[in-house]
């Protein structure tokens, strides 16, 4: 072998892994940042996460609670602060429904509509509204501690926190409820804390269980037959339907999906770092859709960071805003979502500011502030730890990206050798101004090492994409 020159794929497009020390790996990533995994040609490829563009300040310097395409209405819901907004076109215009409310400040809203009235709820009574006015529930038989309404066949539903009760309205009128219209989770002694409708099911998770509901026509509703399961939540607003299937946080702080009825675990890479995390139970999770791609945005706010899933893919990696005064990643600004189907805008609500944002591939920072990249390898040995000397490191990438924004964006690489306690210097390549379209990019002459680590950093206002890397090696020897 000594004296051989060889190239060698460099894994660094995915999958990552941060539940091992970076030592262990050797054809894994270690971390992936503000990026996307897609599968092209049977292949990982890694482009960077949406942007995201100012489009409404409601002005109340909050949270953005919820956010709701009503696609009746052809309206989206906002609410801040208590308050709620009607935003009535592509152009952003808004205005604010009054009435009497008892939504909370900063407790994220569930929603549920039936075509004329559209119900919210975050903790309190039942809020409703016909986009004229807003309205508590009135009718003293209904709950007033609700987290969570769903709608089905006809029905409102709502459940009872700290019971294990689900209360349904009067069909046809969700204004209308009798205290005994109600039917209780009763696999286990466990309260009811999310509460979703899918493919005309309920489903209906506690802290320690599981169970899918449907409309019989007769009681009106009763449990699946065999559908509880001992899966419980830790988040309750980490239940989100991704692609065709539920995903949720687990009371054992994991993941979990449906294949079939049955519920399973996914073993991901990150499942000692949210073992180590001081909380989860404030997780906040939702389903979006990039390029045809189902993901999984889960934010953890004490944590403050953010993890994102390629429903195809099965790929994890994490989302971040970069600041820029502490030079640290903090949690992703996306706090809630819903796709404006009639506009085609994909909102974000932001967890602090009270800006609505348009989140969109075409865009690459975040409202100005810069979408930092970064990818990290593991420490490659090529499959030997044997010497041997890296001529040319070569990255595969889209090129050409020179725009009015940076007319010659770069990207970044650094190297460890050897595991040793420092990084190389920096060293910098164009990923080319406009009408330059080679596919790669070359560092030479990376040194001498048994393994290796690299970073790459990319942070201008443009977009990035790699394909893959490779290595022109000559081996010296063992």
Not at 172 to 188: K, M, N, Q
Request: with cysteine; proline share 3%; net charge neutral.
């Amino acid at each position: 072998m000594a004296g051989e020159e060889t190239w060698a794929d460099f894994p660094l497009t995915g999958p990552a892994n941060e539940s091992v020390e970076e030592a262990q790996l050797d054809q894994w990533a270690a971390t992936i940042q503000d990026a996307i995994s897609v599968v092209m040609e049977g292949k990982l490829h890694l482009m960077k996460r949406p942007g995201l563009t100012s489009w409404i300040d409601l002005g109340t310097s909050q949270p953005i609670d919820g956010l709701y395409w009503w696609d009746k209405q052809r309206c989206v819901l906002a609410v801040s602060a208590g308050r709620v907004w009607k935003i009535t076109d592509s152009a952003g215009t808004k205005a604010e429904l009054t009435g009497s409310s008892a939504l909370r400040s900063s407790a994220l809203v569930s929603f549920a509509d039936d075509g004329t009235k559209c119900a919210m709820a975050n903790g309190a009574n039942i809020v409703h509204t016909d986009l004229s006015t807003l309205t508590t529930m009135a009718d003293a038989q209904a709950p007033t501690a609700v987290t969570h309404v769903a709608w089905l066949d006809g029905y409102l539903l709502a459940n009872n926190a700290d019971t294990g009760q689900v209360q349904f309205s009067t069909v046809s009128d969700l204004t209308g409820w009798a205290a005994a219209d109600y039917f209780t989770a009763e696999s286990r002694p466990d309260d009811v804390v999310a509460v979703k409708e899918g493919f005309r099911e309920l489903v209906l998770v506690g802290r320690e269980s599981v169970e899918f509901w449907a409309n019989d026509g007769v009681a009106p509703f009763s449990r699946i037959s065999g559908s509880a399961q001992p899966f419980g939540i830790s988040a309750p607003y980490s239940l989100a339907l991704v692609g065709s299937t539920w995903m949720w946080l687990s009371d054992k702080r994991q993941f979990v999906t449906m294949q079939g009825r049955q519920v399973v675990t996914l073993t991901t890479p990150y499942d000692r770092v949210m073992q180590r995390y001081q909380a989860v139970d404030d997780a906040i999770g939702y389903a979006t859709t990039i390029d045809g791609n189902p993901i999984y945005v889960l934010n953890f706010p004490t944590a403050r960071e953010s993890l994102a899933y390629n429903y195809v893919t099965q790929q994890w990696c994490k989302w971040g805003y970069w600041n820029l005064n502490t030079a640290q990643y903090e949690r992703y600004r996306g706090q809630t979502y819903c796709y404006a189907k009639s506009w085609n805008y994909h909102l974000v609500g932001d967890y602090a500011n009270g800006i609505i944002y348009k989140a969109s591939r075409t865009v690459f920072t975040d409202n100005s502030n810069p979408i930092r990249t970064l990818i990290r390898s593991g420490n490659v040995s090529h499959g030997l730890e044997a010497t041997k000397i890296s001529n040319i490191f070569r990255l595969r990438c889209k090129r050409g990206l020179g725009n009015s924004s940076v007319a010659n964006p770069q990207v970044m690489m650094r190297q460890r050798l050897d595991s040793k306690a420092s990084w190389s210097n920096e060293r910098w390549k164009s990923l080319g101004r406009v009408g330059q379209h080679e596919t790669t990019i070359d560092w030479r002459r990376n040194g001498i090492y048994k393994t290796c680590q690299r970073e790459l950093v990319h942070s201008d206002d443009s977009d990035f994409v790699i394909v893959g890397a490779k290595e022109d090696l000559t081996w010296i020897g063992r």
